[in-house]
C-alpha cells in the first residue's frame, strides 16, 4: 500500500485547509484510514479516524473543527480543517489499515506540513 498525501500549505489562524490522502496498491484490504500529526518536539497524536463504514473519531481538541470523509471509490481520505490555530501547526501524517486475515498492519505515507499562523 502506498499514500500520497496533498494540501498542506502556510495559512493565518482562522482559515481553513483540506488535506486529502490517495492510497494505491493493494487497497482492497485497507479498513480504516485516518490523519495524526506531529507538532516540533512532540510525539505523533491521532487527529482523526474513519471507518470503512464511515465511523469517525476525532482528538479533542479538533472536534467541532475539523471533518475526515472518504471517497471509497477513489480510496482517498480528506481532512476538511477549518477555524485553523496556531496550535495545529506540524506535520500531518495519512495512515491507512491493511487487514489481513487476523492481522493489521500500519501503513504511513510521508507527511505534509501544516504551518498555522497567528
Known amino acids: 500500500v502506498q499514500l500520497q498525501a496533498f494540501g498542506g500549505g502556510s495559512v493565518q489562524a482562522g482559515g481553513s485547509l483540506r488535506l486529502s490522502c490517495a492510497a494505491s496498491?493493494?487497497?482492497?484490504?485497507?479498513?480504516?484510514m485516518g490523519w495524526y500529526r506531529q507538532a516540533p518536539g512532540k510525539q505523533r497524536e491521532l487527529v482523526a479516524l474513519?471507518?470503512?463504514?464511515?465511523?469517525?473519531d476525532y482528538a479533542d481538541s479538533v472536534k467541532g473543527r475539523f471533518t475526515i470523509s472518504r471517497d471509497n471509490a477513489e480510496n482517498t481520505v480528506f481532512l476538511q480543517m477549518n477555524s485553523l490555530k496556531p496550535e495545529d501547526t506540524g506535520v500531518y501524517f495519512c495512515?491507512?489499515?491493511?487487514?489481513?486475515?487476523?492481522?493489521?498492519?500500519?501503513?504511513w505515507g510521508k507527511g505534509t506540513l501544516v504551518t498555522v499562523s497567528s
Open positions: 495512515k491507512a489499515i491493511y487487514v489481513y486475515l487476523a492481522a493489521k498492519f500500519d501503513y
Open positions: 474513519i471507518s470503512l463504514g464511515g465511523n469517525r
Open positions: 496498491g493493494s487497497i482492497s484490504r485497507i479498513s480504516d
